[in-house]
C-alpha cells in the first residue's frame, strides 16, 4: 500500500509509521524530523498552506491517509476557537475530500467529545463537548463523514515514549515519579487510557477487518489519574513518595474538562478480537519500551 500519515513525527504518527514502513511506502507531513532508524518519506512544512497539502497528497498517492495531525493544547484551544476549528475540523475536510476516492481515510479524534457526566461512553452516544477543543474534534469526525464513506474514526487516549522534541504525559509523569517531584495527581478525573503501542497495534486490527466509521480505541480499565500514577509507579518500582491526592476542582485550568473521559471499548473489542489491555499491563510494556528504537517497539504488530 501506499501511506500517507499528518503529524508522522508525533507521538502516535511516528508508531504508525515505522509499523507500516517494514512493508509498505510511507509518506509523512510533520513540522518535525523523522526519529525513526527507518527512513520514510517526509514533507515538511503547514498543512494550512494549499501548495504544501496539494505536494503531499500529489506524492504520497494514498492508498490510506491517517490524519493524525491536530491543535490538541485543550487550553490554548479555548483561547483561540477560530484556530482550533481550522485546525482540527475545516482542515480535516480538506484532507478528506483531497485524497483519492478508494483511499481509506482515518481520523484520528479524543475521548473528550463528550460531556464527561457518565462512565465508559459507547460510540451511540451522542457527543457534547465541554471544551472548544473537544467541539472542533467533533467538527472534523462530521467532515470527515460528509467528505468520503472510506472513513475510520478513532476516539482514543493515549500515552508514549517521544522523540523528545516535546515532553508527553507519561513521560511527564514518569520523570516526576522517578525524581520524586512534588505533584498532585486527580482522584477525580477518570479516562481510560492506552500505551501507543497497543492503539496501533487495534488501528492495524481494524484496517485488516476493513471497519468502516466510529470506535473507542481505549485501554480496558477506567482509572483516575490518581491510580494511574500508582500503578505507575509500581511498574517503575518507585515508591509514590512526593505525590498527593488532590481535585481537579483545584486546578487552574483555562478550560473546563470532563470530569469522566472513560470509553467503552467492547465494539473495537468485537470487531478485532483483541482485548482491550488493563491499566498496568499496558504500563509495564510502556516501561519496557523505554529506549527502545520506534521500529524494535512495534516489531510484532502485523499490518493490514
Known amino acids: 500500500m501506499r501511506v500517507a500519515i499528518t503529524g508522522a513525527c508525533g507521538l502516535l504518527g511516528a508508531h504508525l509509521a515505522a509499523a507500516f514502513s517494514a512493508r509498505h511506502t510511507v509518506t509523512g507531513f510533520d513540522r518535525h524530523a523523522w526519529w525513526g532508524e527507518r527512513p520514510i518519506r517526509l514533507h515538511t512544512g503547514d498543512l494550512a498552506d494549499p501548495k504544501a497539502r496539494a505536494a503531499f497528497i500529489e506524492d504520497a498517492q494514498p492508498d490510506l491517509f491517517i490524519h493524525c495531525a491536530a491543535l490538541v493544547n485543550v487550553d490554548a484551544c479555548e483561547e483561540n476557537p477560530a484556530a482550533a476549528y481550522v485546525a482540527n475540523g475545516e482542515l480535516t475536510g480538506l484532507l478528506a475530500r483531497a485524497v483519492p ?26 457527543p457534547c463537548p465541554r471544551t472548544v477543543y473537544g467541539r472542533s474534534k467533533v467538527h472534523g469526525e462530521w467532515e470527515t463523514e460528509l467528505a468520503t464513506p472510506e472513513h475510520l474514526i478513532v476516539r ?20 516526576a515519579l522517578t525524581r520524586h517531584e512534588p505533584i498532585t495527581l486527580f482522584d477525580d478525573f477518570w479516562f481510560t487510557p492506552i500505551y501507543v503501542v497497543d492503539l496501533v497495534q487495534r488501528i492495524l486490527a481494524l484496517l485488516a477487518a476493513r471497519k468502516r466509521g466510529i470506535f473507542h480505541v481505549v485501554g480496558g ?3 483516575s489519574k490518581f491510580d494511574y500514577g500508582v500503578q505507575l509507579a509500581q511498574a517503575i518500582g518507585v515508591e509514590l513518595t512526593a505525590a498527593r491526592r488532590g481535585s481537579i476542582d483545584s486546578a487552574a485550568l483555562r478550560a473546563p474538562r470532563p470530569r469522566d473521559m472513560s470509553l467503552d471499548a467492547s465494539a473495537a473489542t468485537a470487531a478485532t478480537g483483541l482485548v482491550a489491555p488493563g491499566c498496568r499491563e499496558g504500563l509495564r510494556r510502556f516501561i519496557a519500551d523505554r529506549g527502545s528504537s520506534l521500529e524494535a517497539r512495534v516489531a510484532h504488530l502485523s499490518d493490514p
Open 101 to 126: 476516492k478508494h483511499c481509506v481515510f482515518v481520523y484520528i479524534t479524543t475521548d473528550g467529545v463528550f460531556r464527561g457526566d457518565q462512565p465508559l461512553q459507547r460510540e451511540s452516544d451522542l
Open 156 to 175: 482514543t487516549n493515549f500515552y508514549g515514549w517521544s522523540s523528545g522534541v516535546k515532553m508527553t504525559s507519561g513521560e511527564w509523569l514518569y520523570q
Open 221 to 223: 480499565e477506567r482509572v
